[in-house]
């Protein structure tokens, strides 16, 4: 026989052989279909969650740049006034140009930084002080630190600001006033203000509260002092707007992160239901084969769906659209459950990797439905009450069925059975919430409020949950991380 | 094997496979099974002729339609379906094989030398279910390179590059299984033909 011939004639003969296959592999290959596709969706969503959080944490960064820097601005706008410890060595804050004089200005005690005031508010005042190029230096008892201490500072308080707004015209009691004021400012302990002010012309430098040893007041004028004086008092003005500002750009924070939790019950329409089931018999099961389980299904037999709990907790990105309005977006995990009355357990083979119950009503078996969500809505502030805000959310979610212990049901064995559904992977639902704010006005904002959620789609196409819109219902709890 | 059957029992209905494919492309259940139905038996019997036991070879096909439907977006419509479905099938039977341990210490191919071409001439009286029984008689190794070669149609370059083995070895192996195919036929023939003489 020619080698070829042989070949011929076994494929023509082997060609016909078929092989019928056992029932079950059928089920076991749409189980497993089902659980790899599931697999792949789960890091699907995952992945995209993931990239959904990123980039609401970068582009959150990124929009809340400017303010930072803008509030660095401030800072530099204000260089001349940062804000420090009282009790804080000034060679902290000051550049290294100064760090000697500072050296020295510490060396002083604080009834030398009294004594320093005083004479400095005489001398602004121009009684005894002459005008042009003078430096005053300090009584103190310390005689070596003298000569340093008069090196010129460029540093000045607020108290300065003070000493230099009175002309030289000013009446004692002004300048009294003006003591006792720089004086409430020296025993504060709280803060210091530190100002350093620079001009072409003149120059006025105080040391801070607790290290004035010197007042340099050069080349400056009476007139030029009230010019400056002016200057410098709106300077202070000037930075409780930047600081208000800064405040207001704080609240209008236009992005932000959330978390939200809800527990409730979840059950299916009542009228979907008796159109379920009010049916003799309807092929629920794939094209009707007898071996699909569910196929043949009959009203008699089946328990309807009862309610169970519910609960939904999830990670949420806002973004304010006004002052009244924000879109709201965000990844949650979803669990659901409704309740089947079914008979006792049947004992199945370890080949067999699904659960069997015989039809009755002994057992509540509770079927338990795990989806993925990414909910979007829209909130619109209603009204207030008192501090408490009332807002309504309104939205649409997205979710995908991840894991089931959900029951068919096989007409033709009457029994139910577990690990193969014919359950709609992807649900769209509707939302509906109301959410009071039950923070204060100066704290991140906490929510709570009643909840409806409606699926627009089909729990499935056939089979026990053919026709059923779960309905959710429930209390909402958000929490936001930052106002 | 009360489960075996012949193709010639019932009639060949021609398909348009392209809706079908294009609905299991959308995972819908309906064709999946259609597409299942439709398949199974003839790749069951593919299955069957790799392995040792039908439980193998409805594991390897459960295993093989799985991959069906999770690339069946892979397939393109210029080949046939059917031949797109059993390439998947063959290749699911050598992984069995050589992950199973009841499989994998005869996948060891040796390289022999080249089995003398016979003389035997026999007649194949038999049928598609007596030569699949008679090619599972044979060695793991020498009835999967039976199989690929003589009833897949794979050359001896492709099937060593599938196994891990050179195209000698192949040729080789290939040659010794036909060798003792050929025998086990011509035996079976002279048996019946004594039979045949004996009835007379």
Redesign the interface.
Known sequence: MQENEFEKKLQQKLEMLQVQPAAEVWLKVKSQVAQKKKKRRFAFFFLLAFMLCAGGLVTNMLLNKPVNDSSAGNAKIAGDEMEIPADKDLNETKPAANSEANKEVQKATASEKKSALAAAIEDATGNTIPANNKTIGLETNNNKNSSAVRKPIKRNTKAQFKVAAITPQVDEDETEIAQSNYEKKASSQATTTVKTVEKEEGEVAVADSEGIKEITVTDLNAEEKTKQDLKKESEPEKAAVITEENKKKSNDRKWGIGFSFAAGINKVGSSSMSKSFSQEDYNGGVSGNPNTPTAGLNSSSVSPMQPGYAFATGIQVYRKLGNSLKLTMGLQYNYSSLVSKTGKRLDTTAAVRFEMYQTGSSVNYTNRYHYLTIPVSLSARLFSIGNREIWMDAGASLSQLVGTNALSFNSAQERYFTGVHDLNNTVLSLSAALAINLANSNKPAFYIGPQVNYALTSMAAGGLHQGMHPLFVGIRVQKNLWK | MQ??????C?PHIPMDYRQLVKDCIK?K??A???L??HF???M??VC??YTKS?ED??DV??EG??KV??HIKDYTASGELGAWIRRIMVNTALNFLKKNKKYRTEMVFTEAPLHP?TD???Q?N????E??EL?RQLPTGFQTIFNL???E?YTHVEIGQMLGISEGTSKSQYARS?YLL?EWLENLSSTSKHKRYAGK
């Open positions: 489960r075996l059957s012949l193709n010639h019932q995972e259940p309906a999946q099974e259609e299942y139905r199974a038996p003839s069951l019997g069957y002729r039908v070879a409805e096909l459960q339609f799985v439907f999770l071409v035997l001439n026999p194949v038999l049928d598609a279910k030569l699949a090619i070669y003589a009833i149609g036909r050929m």
